[in-house]
């Protein structure tokens, strides 16, 4: 059975910066795409960065210059550095790796359970 365990999250005040890591257990055959998505009070799941297995990244425009992520194939795990949080940065954030099982199978969408972060003075 596939899991994505998070870890890090919680509150910080404007300006602070937080943690998330995030690491993939179970049998797998490969890891394609893994990253960060949030979704905050009334609004959609929005993406905040992906990392493809080459070290690609796509960060949301609102986190640019402001997140990091970074990828250890070899652990199966994926981190997000954020700094200069903002208010309008709270919101559930959630792990995404697309997966692939086995090589007879087609890769699936998997997601952790969701970490809160909240930014607030």
């Known amino acids: 059975q596939v899991q994505l365990v998070e870890s890090g999250g919680g509150m910080v005040q404007p300006g602070g910066s937080l943690r998330l890591s995030c690491a993939v257990s179970g049998n797998i055959f490969s890891i394609y795409p893994m990253g960060w998505y949030r979704q905050a009070p009334g609004k959609q799941r929005e993406l905040v960065a992906t990392i493809t297995t080459g070290g690609s990244i796509n960060y949301a425009n609102s986190v640019k210059g402001r997140f990091t992520l970074s990828r250890d194939n070899a652990k199966n795990t994926v981190a997000l550095q954020m700094n200069s949080l903002k208010p309008e940065d709270t919101a559930v954030y959630y792990c995404?790796?697309?997966?692939?099982?086995?090589?007879?199978?087609?890769?699936?969408?998997?997601w952790g359970q969701g970490t809160q972060v909240t930014v607030s003075s």
């Open positions: 995404h790796a697309n997966i692939r099982l086995s090589i007879l199978r087609p890769s699936a969408e998997y």
